[in-house]
């Protein structure tokens, strides 16, 4: 298990590298991350290069047995760079270059920032990549945050449009370029492309969604480029990775693919704190760059766990988590006693095989002053760093134990980036209390949905392929927008075969290129829902629901944002609104189809809502959660070691004390005490416990 922290000795107002070292050790810390942003250092001028200065670094790192991960400067361009090749500096939606002064807002497609790029990699890896301390390497750092604009990639844009759909008039036809005289006689004509809240001009969906395709493979075509390079140093035994942001990632970063072209993904997990990350939910921090959907409480780490394996990978490295705070000098939440232990055994508990912190100390000076490190602005001894050091030492004792960990899940959550695409460009949820349209509308209605299964401890995944579904009883689309009518098929097969298919609004209304489906919604998928509808309408107020039959719901359910007016083909109505009008509509159905069943949801449910159809579908499926008779505060989850052995966590997400009786026998892997069944689990507040079982290899 690696523990640690990212590392900048070039930020330190002054030289304390041993005494940095020496306090790393001393709290266990076993890793560290290095070298991101020291492009201008070792070249401060074209060609005068000298990476010399990573030495003294690594060498006391690896004096102290801290293992090192190195990463490719290439983020945060020298600014001789964009004053001599100016070309290099990105431009915006509407033409105008991104100013130098930020970090990546170069344009990483062009020839001049590529040739500076590949010759600084090359000097480091030939300096460095061999170094017993280096493990792995990093390719850039969080990278997919700003569309690429230039003339360059947008004449590639075209040629790749003209490769995948032929003649203009198939272009034509798939964007319906009739509309408005839009209609084209020559790829040449097309217009220049960008997101309208950018200030671009674009307004056909069709084409949007494919610009948004071309931006996540234009990163992922750069990081596979980058890797190639690395790839030419490393040993057999050190790996390339990269760090996405975690949860719904940077909007032109497609994890999945990224994941293909990387040894070991990487995550980047800022969170919400102190009452924001208690469960049930309590609060709520101001939104942030990592909340644009508004999630906070127990479930947003878990759901970052579970998303990062959306990757293809089974494990994941969690490259970044909150030290003392992370956000901005308005944004200052440091965590309460507990809390930075209980979210990194969750990371463990979800398949992390690194927990680090960004960063070690607080900088002094700069854009992010107040993205704080584990240390403050004093760089003395403070209860976050006390915190750290409890857990590295426990992770020396146990790490080995909970390293390559397999999460346990009963439910799969289904994934589509295309949907997120068209959903943002043009949303079907307005910003609450406003007319204006949510440009976070699918991300609401994932973890709307996530978080109506966590409610009721279901165990999940995130996956973005429709392979393997049978291995989960209850799979959930929250809104598959868009996608090919063979997925569709895929879906209603897995329904059919015997599993227990979940679907959300929108869901089957677009079909792969962006075009409405001129049949009756939800489409393709109509005949597994046993219901259609014509109209739908947003809500501008919640409408509560009643249960017609089988179906106990909480109090105060109610639907939020949207319905659908749905006429039953067959379903069986579940529950229906409380409305002098929309009364007469169902708001959930149910279909028996084939061996199995399809839900299909037609609102967004509010908490209580959700959580009485999860609690319903996860009956039907047969799954029984773990951990039902415990407190509302305790989370039990469940994840296997590589030698066979299961390991139970339990989680404590709130300010008051929890006991937890002991289902099966064990140990405990932080205590290293035998627990018999029956015992009884004492959870302090904001604790966690990690219980091996007996004989379950």
């Not at 949207?562 to 159905?589: C, I, K, Q």
Request: overall charge negative; aromatic content about 10%.
């Amino acid at each position: 298990m690696l523990y640690g922290i990212s590392y900048y000795p070039e930020y330190m107002p002054y030289d304390r590298l041993e005494q940095d070292v020496r306090m790393m050790r001393d709290a266990g810390i076993n890793y560290a991350r290095i070298g991101d942003s020291v492009w201008a250092m070792c070249e401060p001028a074209p060609g005068r290069i000298d990476v010399d200065l990573l030495g003294p670094t690594l060498e006391e790192l690896h004096r102290a047995g801290i293992q090192v991960v190195l990463c490719t400067p290439t983020y945060a361009i020298p600014s001789w760079l964009s004053l001599e090749h100016p070309e290099v500096m990105n431009s915006r939606a509407d033409g105008t270059p991104w100013p130098y002064g930020d970090r990546q807002n170069a344009d990483f497609t062009q020839p001049a920032y590529l040739f500076y790029a590949e010759r600084i990699i090359r000097r480091i890896m030939e300096r460095w990549a061999d170094h017993p301390a280096v493990i792995g390497v990093q390719v850039d750092n969080e990278t997919g945050g700003r569309a690429i604009h230039s003339e360059a990639a947008t004449r590639e844009f075209v040629r790749r449009l003209e490769e995948k759909f032929g003649g203009i008039e198939n272009l034509n036809e798939a964007w319906g370029l009739n509309f408005w005289s839009h209609r084209l006689t020559d790829y040449a004509q097309l217009w220049s492309p960008g997101d309208r809240a950018q200030g671009g001009g674009n307004s056909n969906p069709g084409y949007d969604l494919e610009w948004r395709r071309y931006q996540a493979d234009l990163v992922t075509e750069f990081l596979a480029w980058q890797a190639g390079i690395v790839r030419e140093y490393l040993r057999e035994d050190q790996f390339v990775t990269h760090d996405c942001v975690g949860g719904h990632g940077l909007p032109h970063s497609n994890r999945k693919a990224v994941g293909e072209v990387v040894d070991v993904p990487a995550e980047n997990f800022p969170h919400h704190t102190q009452e924001a990350l208690s469960h049930p939910p309590r609060g709520g921090h101001p939104p942030t760059y990592h909340d644009a959907s508004g999630i906070h409480g127990a479930y947003q780490l878990f759901q970052r766990g579970d998303m990062a394996r959306a990757s293809g990978h089974r494990n994941f490295l969690v490259t970044e988590m909150n030290p003392i705070s992370v956000g901005g000098p308005a944004h200052n939440f440091p965590a309460y006693d507990g809390q930075w232990r209980l979210a990194a055994y969750t990371c463990i508990s979800r398949g992390a095989n690194a927990v680090a912190y960004w960063h070690w100390h607080s900088t002094h000076h700069g854009s992010e002053t107040y993205s704080h490190g584990v240390l403050n602005h004093d760089l003395e001894e403070n209860r976050n760093l006390t915190e750290v050091r409890r857990i590295g030492h426990e992770l020396q004792r146990a790490g080995d134990q909970l390293t390559d960990l397999e999460a346990e899940a009963e439910v799969a959550f289904l994934y589509s980036p295309d949907s997120r695409y068209l959903l943002g460009f043009e949303p079907c949820l307005a910003v609450p209390g406003t007319a204006q349209g949510d440009r976070c509308s699918y991300e609401r209605i994932f973890d709307t949905f996530y978080r109506a299964f966590f409610d009721e401890r279901a165990q999940a995944t995130v996956t973005h392929s429709l392979e393997d579904l049978e291995k989960y009883p209850v799979v959930v689309a929250p809104s598959l927008y868009a996608a090919a009518d063979e997925s569709f098929d895929r879906l209603l097969n897995y329904a059919e075969q015997g599993g227990h298919l979940v679907l959300g609004i929108r869901s089957g209304y677009m079909d792969d290129l962006g075009r409405a489906r001129w049949e009756r919604a939800p489409g393709p998928l109509r005949p597994g829902v046993g219901a259609g509808y014509n109209l739908y309408s947003n809500l501008e107020s919640a409408i509560p629901v009643t249960s017609v039959d089988g179906l106990p719901l909480d109090e105060g359910a109610a639907g939020e944002g949207w319905m659908d007016e749905l006429v039953l083909e067959g379903a069986e109505a579940l529950a229906v609104y409380d409305h002098h009008e929309f009364g007469r509509f169902p708001a959930v159905v149910t279909n028996r189809y084939g061996k199995g069943r399809v839900t299909y949801v037609g609102t967004l449910p509010n908490a209580a809502l959700g959580r009485s159809v999860a609690r319903w579908v996860l009956a039907e499926a047969e799954v029984r959660p773990l951990g039902a008779d415990l407190p509302e505060s305790v989370r039990c989850t469940r994840a296997r070691r590589p030698d066979g052995r299961l390991l139970r966590f339990f989680t404590n997400w709130s300010s008051r004390a929890a006991t937890v009786p002991v289902p099966v026998a064990g140990r405990s892997v932080l205590s290293e005490e035998a627990v018999a069944i029956g015992e009884e689990i004492e959870l302090g507040p904001w604790d966690v416990a990690v219980l091996a079982e007996e004989g379950s290899r």
